[in-house]
């Protein structure tokens, strides 16, 4: 859009929308006070009730605002977002159904990015030799001979000097201040740095990749690889391509804070680390990051999935690694999924999409299948390491004494591997020590006080602890219903319940537990997982944070305690999500030269999941999986959206429910399901119900849902979310 269609001339100044960072229904219009027009995407200080806001212009006014009553926006100096990253904003919004100024609100989450950074400053040679020399001075002279400009705290550490001799100098002028740049510049990736021989395969995935770059072109590539096969190593040739030809690169990743790994891997190719993008960072990093990417001196960007929303200006090529991982769902606030934002955000910059997997979602596979995206498979694992063996254990028979969880062929298995010396993880996805408190007096079960949902023992910290609101009590002496005294029992195994029994059996083995409230934060899962990459830990026991992507080159037994968890309420996807869980938990084992052995614990061993498991034979699963999906016009054969409600005043809600279902428009080929209690029919103290819409995939579910939801006004002290393709049903 050039700036003469997206705006008219009012008076000397420009009337133009205002986009704001607030959920209201659209843009406003203003006198926007600009050098020059103001072009769709020029940042604006805006006011509004009282408040200033920065704001973006969206483009022509919408008109109806009497000139005198017109308020006037001024320009933040310099500064726009590129127009693509409009054009996203307001194709994500139209697609999730909220207010454009909330999505872009996810595109200008950096506080202040665009003001000026109090300016630094640092002290360089002066130029001017002092008339009086010490042997303290020489030390700061030789020091900074380099040229280099540094604080004066840091040249007195580096020069051992007092400060005082730092000043003297200064005052001399043997030493001068300059000013610093704003932010210290980005580290700039070579593309040439150090890469590795590829396999024949690789090369061809990788030739494949560089040659859809090149093209400037959107395409979607599904790099669909058994775990270990080099899909990093494959695309990493196409992050080199981009970069060579002076692109951006955007690196998705499902849990950015805990990959290491993947840092440090993409050091070794590219000599540097890329920019990080995630929650951890602080506010200074944040605007560092985002004004780089802005300006475009950030070349790639590994990020969580509101990395997406970040104002690349040239984006030659985006990858979504693990695409199938769940964590790309945002379910508050914008309810997206990254992964298919990141195809719609490809689509609008012209450039390729990769995602990456050994275990494609479904959405993906079909799309695959049927030739929407291509698809460029690795099947061999790197060097000598082979696909691990995998054997179910049936504990309807092969079961330990009561209370126990390890079965006895997987006791038999852990000591041979560790008399080998070799490394072992156990996969439990339950965090704490047990998941249900139970009295045996009363059969009383210890729920939450805010959610309809178990407490959880955490035996560590002598607490029992809400999983979804955080609520949570020390371990009660007496039950709390009836009041008998060691009455309550634990039932069921968390990772804590697990590592007890593993130490009374191998007290000579150093284990260690990995599950998110183990750890402090990210750096100590970081080090417990480079401790156990390095060999200084012969058994990690973890839930799903070190299922993925991890490479430990000793370790050659998993062993899965619980493969029947999983699943549940109404979820389309339970048996295709067991299955890639547990995928990537057994393609943790045998990674390196030694043969790896998966043994997966079931009472349902006759599972088509578990059956695919030990047969190896994924795309037969899957296959069966899609037939089974286009029987029922789930997605991706059909659609659906989700619509919850919630509020503290329960019959208010299931009013609101029934109010709602009532308004559904009759269409063809759409059905409304509910309402329904949700599966946790309360959290955090708020009564929840649900209705579900299915519809076939040719019905446009947006327009659907706007009609609908136009027609009905939803009672304060009620929240209403939408989820459009939903992919949690609770
Ligand atoms: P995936 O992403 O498919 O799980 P990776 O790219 O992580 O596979 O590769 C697995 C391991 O094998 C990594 O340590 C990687 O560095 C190594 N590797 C893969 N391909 C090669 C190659 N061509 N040369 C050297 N090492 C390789
Ligand atoms: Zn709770």
């Known amino acids: ?87 996203f904003v307001d194709w994500v919004a139209r697609y999730t159904l909220n207010p454009p100024g909330s999505v872009l609100a996810q595109a200008l989450r950096v506080k202040d990015a665009f003001e000026a950074e109090n300016p630094r400053h640092a002290l ?127 690196i998705l990743l499902p849990e950015i804070a805990l990959t290491v790994q993947f840092l440090d891997r993409f050091a070794a190719r590219f000599g540097c680390r890329p920019m990080e993008w995630h929650s951890d960072l602080s506010q200074r990093e944040r605007k560092r990051v985002y004004r780089a990417v802005l300006s475009g001196e950030a070349r790639v960007v590994a990020g969580a999935r509101s990395a997406l929303f970040l104002p690349f200006t040239k984006l030659g090529l985006v990858v979504v690694d693990e695409e199938h991982e769940q964590a790309y769902k945002q379910e508050e606030g914008v309810i997206y999924h990254a992964r298919d934002m990141a195809v719609v955000r490809a689509r609008l910059e012209h450039c390729p999409v990769v995602l990456a997997s050994a275990t494609p979602s479904l959405e993906t596979y079909v799309n695959a299948r049927n030739g929407r995206y291509e698809w460029l498979r690795l099947t061999q694992r790197h060097g000598a390491a082979e696909l691990p063996g995998v054997r179910l254990i049936d504990l309807r028979k092969d079961h330990g004494e009561p209370g126990q969880f390890l079965s006895p062929p997987l006791r038999a298995a852990l000591t041979e591997t560790l008399a080998a010396h070799e490394q072992v993880l156990l996969f439990l996805n339950r965090r704490g020590y047990a998941p249900l408190t139970v009295c045996t007096s009363c059969g009383h079960k210890e729920t939450c006080r805010n959610c309809s949902a178990w407490m959880v023992e955490h035996r560590y910290r002598k607490r029992l602890v809400c999983h979804h609101c955080a609520f949570e009590t020390p371990i009660p002496e007496r039950c709390t219903k009836c009041g008998a005294e060691h009455s309550l029992i634990a039932c069921g195994p968390g990772v804590e319940r697990i590592e007890e029994e593993f130490r009374a059996g191998f007290p000579d083995a150093r284990v260690a537990i990995a599950s998110s409230d183990t750890f402090s934060g990210p750096a100590e899962a970081q080090a417990v997982i480079r401790a156990f990459a390095a060999g200084d830990i012969d058994v990690v026991i973890g839930t799903q944070i070190v299922a993925k992507g991890h490479h430990f080159p000793q370790l050659t037994l998993a062993g899965i305690i619980d493969a029947d968890l999983g ?45 695919a498991l030990a047969a190896g034979s994924r795309d037969a699963f899957l ?102 393709d939903p992919i949690s049903f609770f």
């Open 1 to 87: 859009m050039t700036s003469s269609a997206s705006t008219t001339a009012f008076g000397s100044d420009m009337r133009a929308a205002v986009l704001l960072p607030l959920p209201l229904s659209g843009p406003y219009d203003y006198a926007v006070e600009a050098p020059g027009t103001p072009v769709r995407g020029r940042i604006v200080r805006a006011p509004l009730s009282g408040r200033e806001l920065v704001g973006v212009v969206w483009g022509k006014a919408v008109g109806g605002v009497a000139d005198e009553k017109l308020r006037t926006a001024t320009a933040v100096a310099a500064h726009a977002l590129p127009e693509s990253l409009c054009d």
């Open 124 to 250: 360089t040679l002066g130029g001017i030799s002092p008339a009086r020399s010490t042997a303290a001075r020489e030390r700061v002279l030789a020091l900074m001979a380099d040229g280099v400009a540094r604080m004066p705290a840091e040249i007195a550490e580096l020069s051992a000097v007092s400060p005082s001799v730092v000043k003297s100098l200064a005052e001399a002028r043997a030493l001068k201040w300059v000013e610093l740049p704003e932010f210290e510049r980005c580290p700039e990736p070579d593309a040439t740095f150090d890469a590795v021989k590829l396999s024949p395969d690789q090369l061809r995935a990788a030739e494949h990749l560089r040659d859809a770059v090149k093209k400037r072109e959107f395409s979607v590539v599904l790099l669909d690889g058994v775990t270990g096969s080099g899909k990093t190593e494959a695309y990493f040739e196409g992050v080199a391509e981009a970069l060579t030809a002076g692109r951006q690169i955007l």
């Open 567 to 611: 699943g549940g309420a109404g979820d389309p996807r339970s048996a295709e999500r067991s299955f890639q869980l547990l995928h990537q938990v057994a393609g943790r084992s045998g990674r390196g030269e030694k043969p790896g052995l998966v043994l997966i614990q079931t009472h349902n061993p006759e599972d088509p999941v578990m059956q």
């Open 623 to 724: 296959s069966q999986e899609a037939a089974t999906r286009e029987r029922s016009a789930t997605p991706p054969f059909g659609r659906l959206a989700a619509l919850i409600l919630a509020g503290t005043d329960a019959d208010k809600v299931r009013g609101t429910g029934r109010a709602l279902a009532l308004a559904a428009p009759a269409a063809r080929g759409v059905a409304v399901w509910g309402p329904a209690p949700a599966f946790y029919q309360v959290l955090r103290g708020k009564t929840r119900e649900r209705l579900l819409v299915q519809a076939e995939k040719n019905v446009d579910v947006q327009a659907y849902l706007r009609a609908w939801l136009a027609a009905v006004k939803i009672p304060s002290g009620i929240r209403l979310t939408v989820d459009v």
